[in-house]
């Protein structure tokens, strides 16, 4: 298992500069949304899947297009942002993720304890609801530029 997560995460050491260099070109939300789908599409699959190598392979595969997101990700929090709140902006989405991330351990651990396809279909199901909402057209809202504190 613990290769298996080493893999998933070689592709984000090694490619993370470049992912950041996609969002660029072709925009962020294209790429968040594509990592959410792809990361959607492994997880429903990797119940069914009981070759070790293969799931070293998959999840090589997986951390490419899942490290394609992040950067774009980090930019997109901060787009929106009001202008001089960029750094609060940040540790609010990061508190928040970390929030979600409990959450999710806990939900997905009782779900696997019922049964491992449970748990990895809620994850595709989250990612899929993600992705939708990333193709949701964002509303454009004035907002006027403030001193930071």
Known sequence: MGLSFAAFAVPATLLSGYAGVLGDRFGPRRLIVSALACTAFFSALYPFIASVPWL????????IFTISGVPSTMAEVSRQSD??????????????????QIAGAL???????????????S???????????GFAPKGVVARPAREPL
Request: proline share 4%; with cysteine.
């Open 56 to 63: 070293i392979g998959l999840g090589l595969i997986e951390g």
């Open 83 to 100: 202008p001089g709140q960029h750094a609060r902006t940040q540790g609010v989405f990061q508190t928040v993720q970390t929030m979600v």
């Open 107 to 121: 939900v997905g651990g009782a779900l696997f304890t019922v049964s491992p396809v449970y748990a990895f279909v």
């Open 123 to 133: 994850i595709s199901v989250v990612c899929v609801l993600g992705a939708i909402f």
